[in-house]
């Protein structure tokens, strides 16, 4: 079992910055990919960005260049970095935990809110 804990959403204003943590814990292994997704109102949840335990990355194309993921691994813990936010970007954020190629182990934190409005 992984339990996963976001933390850092909230308010901003347009143009603003926000960071977004997650915090792992439980068993698991320590080969995984952890990520951030989103769902806006009325919309289906989306990809943000995900993050291997290596480092590697994964961004959603409209996301590049404002947002930046990133990992501790000592920490079982992942960020979301939010730049330069717009209304748009107004969501739900969730936490995601998976391992295996078939993502045979998928965890989801509970989500946090988001908001970006002047």
């Known amino acids: 079992q992984v339990q996963l804990v976001e933390s850092g959403g909230g308010l901003a204003q347009p143009g603003g910055s926000l960071r977004l943590s997650c915090a792992a814990s439980g068993s698991f292994r320590s080969i995984n990919t952890m990520g951030w997704y989103r769902q806006a109102p009325g919309k289906q949840r989306e990809l943000v960005a995900t993050i291997t335990s290596r480092g590697r990355t994964n961004y959603a194309d409209s996301l590049k260049g404002r947002f930046t993921i990133s990992r501790d691994n000592a920490k079982d813990t992942v960020y979301l970095q939010m730049n330069h936010l717009e209304p748009g970007d107004t969501a739900v954020y969730y936490c995601?935990?998976?391992?295996?190629?078939?993502?045979?182990?998928?965890?989801w934190g509970r989500g946090i809110q988001v908001t970006v409005s002047s």
């Open positions: 995601r935990w998976t391992h295996g190629p078939f993502n045979e182990y998928d965890y």
